[in-house]
């Protein structure tokens, strides 16, 4: 398991944990208002995951089911958009170290050595490389964001976690947080 920032980079490596385990650890930089409506109050720095991950304060989840309202269809548009950035990174991991393109008949400890080096490596040279891809800026990022561990505490969500997740939707529907596309994608035609 890994965290992406908007540029691409591991800014989190979990590598070696089995399936089972928690995925708790995630980066907890202060909460910040959503650009252009202060109104609707501080929102944490957020993870999106599939699914497969419970709804949290700081992860979200897209809404499920078919047959959405317009607000939770643009969320879970720009919810799958965010998505793409992790996916993404590790496509641009992969293409640049083809070592995983095939199977890897290694020692599973040197298996892991392997992906943490890859992942290593993989942000120097985006760091270093004029040629990088670079993210179209959606806010800062804290410059050194802090790990914790998080208590595991089951997938309900909680009033905290839905009431962030209907901040995100109010802002994207806005005129201070929407794409110009985003209609037309979430609905095949422009609203």
């Known amino acids: 398991m890994a965290l992406v920032d908007a540029a691409y980079n ?11 385990n928690s995925d708790g650890g995630i980066f ?8 252009g409506m202060p109104e609707l ?6 993870i999106v995951g599939d699914e497969a991950f419970p709804l949290k304060e700081n992860i979200m989840r897209p809404f499920p089911g078919k047959n959405l309202p317009k607000h939770e269809r643009i969320y879970n548009y720009r919810h799958s958009r965010a998505r ?22 290694l020692k599973p400890a040197n ?9 290593i490596l993989h942000n120097f040279i985006r760091k270093t490389s004029i040629n990088n891809i670079q993210p179209d800026p ?10 914790i ?5 089951g997938h309900h969500s909680s009033g905290e976690a839905i009431g962030v997740r209907n901040k995100l939707c109010k802002w994207f529907s806005s005129d201070a947080g929407k794409v110009t596309w985003q209609d037309h994608v979430s609905f095949g035609h422009a609203n």
């Open 84 to 105: 793409r950035v992790s996916e993404n990174a590790f496509g641009i991991l992969s293409n640049k170290f083809r070592i995983f393109h095939r199977k890897i008949e």
């Open 41 to 46: 109050g501080p929102v944490p720095h957020l």
């Open 28 to 35: 907890s930089p202060p909460p910040t208002n959503l650009p």
């Open 111 to 119: 298996v892991d050595k392997i992906v943490l080096c890859a992942c």
């Open 138 to 147: 959606v806010g800062d990022l804290p410059d050194k964001p802090e790990l």
């Open 10 to 20: 591991f800014i989190f490596i979990d590598v070696g944990s089995y399936g089972s």
């Open 149 to 153: 561990n998080l208590e595991h505490t």
